[in-house]
């Protein structure tokens, strides 16, 4: 049973506007949330992170929401650039004694992002 | 480069073997972990070790262990290897045990049963 689903496989966006990637979660425990990008032939690089004690946070072009009463996060990137074309996959974490430790991250099965010039 | 290292790259095996995956953490990272990517699958947690000591585990199977040596590298070993056993395994560190301490991903390990 998925405790993360990222439900669209991929997305396709045109240079220049706004990219949503989207990310669901079942387990209430989940209290720390993160994105992470994977580039082809590499391993996933960290993006952003929001606390449940925020509804928002803001890097740059990237800015993940956060709606705890869905068990919903979000990334909007904008303006999308074509060197975002990569997959994404949405993280959570749980507080110490689930899942054996902190920093245990269950992942979602990520989003292939295509920006197109 | 995240400053993780994996070796080797890329593997290919028969069934039944027994491999061993290699991971040298950051400089200075006292915690590691393993992740396992199947086709098409989220990368799912195996196990994690902070400075020698076997931390967390998670989807683990039996035939599966790791290490962490005192120069801090890691080693996952798998054995009787089955063709769903195929996946990109992920090392990663980071410098301590609090969850918001950033994961830093090496470049993966391709495995590939025959």
């Known amino acids: 049973d998925q405790q993360v689903k990222q439900n669209s496989p991929s997305l396709s966006v045109q240079e220049g506007r706004i990219s949503i990637l989207n990310c669901d979660y079942t387990n209430s425990m989940f209290d720390y949330f993160l994105w992470y990008k994977k580039y082809p032939a590499e391993g996933p690089t960290f993006l952003i992170s929001i606390s449940s004690i925020k509804d928002k946070n803001e890097d740059g072009r990237f800015t993940v929401f956060l709606n705890k009463s869905a068990k919903h996060l979000s990334l909007h990137i904008v303006p999308s650039q074509p060197g975002d074309s990569a997959v994404y996959f949405c993280a959570a974490s749980a507080i110490e004694g689930y899942g054996g430790s902190q920093g245990n991250l269950i992942f979602g099965k990520g989003t292939k992002l295509s920006v197109k010039p | 480069d995240s400053g993780v290292t994996q070796t080797p790259k890329h593997l290919i095996t028969a069934t039944g073997q027994r491999v061993t995956l290699r991971c040298s953490p950051r400089?200075?990272?006292?915690?590691v972990y393993w992740y396992q990517q199947s086709l098409d699958q989220g990368l799912q947690f195996l196990i994690q070790y902070y400075n020698g000591e076997e931390r967390a585990k998670g989807n683990i199977l039996e035939r599966f262990s790791a290490q962490q040596f005192p120069d801090l590298h890691s080693e996952l070993n798998l054995s009787s290897l089955e063709l769903g056993d195929s996946a990109l395994y992920f090392c990663a560190s980071s410098g301590g045990l609090a969850r918001h301490n950033e994961q830093f991903f090496g470049p993966g390990t391709r495995l590939t049963v025959l």
């Open positions: 400089s200075g990272d006292l915690s």
